[in-house]
């Protein structure tokens, strides 16, 4: 992957400005997390404020809940990920914004990454003629979609998008690589009040950019995850790949909230942080790999130079002491049930095990497991 310098130099060269990644936990009061490079210019977009920049580009580290059961096992889905985003606020009309966004997007992934022009074809609002002009006079094939429309979260201004799609040869499937969201229009209408000057976010996953130019068949596989990826699977008994991805994503993002000083909790950013950790105490649990393995490998593999492995380890494992405290009550109930079933737990058991005595269903069918195997 090019590094930040090559970032600012490429879009530099289109007249965008730098920012620097703002921290993980949103200053909007209503997102507990960036979750997008465009977030951080949400007001700007929606006209509640006026930017100090109205040509920006920036890598923003983002943490994304709303996804959750799909990490580990899409192999495009993470908690936490890095978001290359360059934005134009109200700077120019249509025609200008439009042109110098499609191209500077296009012209990175290609000639600044080396991704192959051949493997990307672009998706355009049938009715967003400026767009599809763009497109056909850099010569990249378009295809239609109702879909892509847009609205502020105020619902004050509504626009168009058009995305940069890769098509993977590995597993012959397409994946959205790029996304350019164009407000243009006030109002929630499409077409029917045009702005003088419109807004640009737009944007890309740095995991997804690295798996395009190495052609990965997932991120997982590619040079960014794969060293954490082989560390963990070489320490699991247990050889269960999404599991192991999972565990892998969850170390990413319990790592980079605790760098930023977040500790475990029951509200808010230190509950999301405290349920990160209890699952991937779970999962090790699974994969049979020592808690305090996966920490360490973790702390090694994604805290930067002003965040030692001395700082996350401490929260790891002062946060996993609360949870067997906190699991002790439900194995002795467990043990109980045992004993009066003489066989295996019911569903209607583990469902009271869960909800009442707050047991995970996940440890509960791991230990029933060990039983059956036992009583062959």
Known sequence: MKSHNEIKRHFGNFGFQWQESLPIVSANPKLLFNISGGVVFEDAISHEAIPKKTRV??????????????????????????????FSLYEGKEQEVK??????????????????????????????????????????????????????????????????????????????????????????????????????DSGASIDRIVTAIECCESDYANSLWKGLVSSITERSSVQERTAICRLADLGKAAVLLVSQGLKPGNKAAEYVLRKLIREAYIICRQVSMPFDEFGMISGNYWTSENVTRDTISPVFAEEVSKFEQGLERGRKEYSKLISRRQGLLTEQDIEYL?????????????????RKKEAV
């Open 354 to 370: 869960a909800s009442t005595f707050g047991y995970p269903k996940d440890l509960i069918k791991l230990e029933e497991d060990r």
């Open 57 to 86: 580009v920036s890598v923003q580290t983002c943490l994304r809940t709303d996804r959750w059961e799909k990490i580990g096992l899409s192999g495009r889905h993470h908690f936490a990920f890095d978001m290359l985003g360059h």
């Open 99 to 200: 042109d110098v966004m499609i191209k500077s997007a296009w012209r990175y992934l290609t000639d600044c990454a080396g991704i192959s022009p051949s493997s990307l074809s672009a998706t355009v609002y049938p009715q967003d003629a400026v767009s599809q002009s763009v497109w056909e006079r850099i010569g990249v094939r378009t295809v239609l979609s109702d879909e892509n429309v847009t609205f502020t979260p105020t619902r004050n201004r509504c626009g168009v998008r058009t995305e940069i799609v890769w098509h993977n040869p590995n597993t012959q499937s397409t994946v959205e690589l790029w996304n350019l969201v164009f407000t243009q229009f006030q109002g929630e209408n499409l077409f029917v009040s045009p702005m003088e000057k419109i807004a640009a």
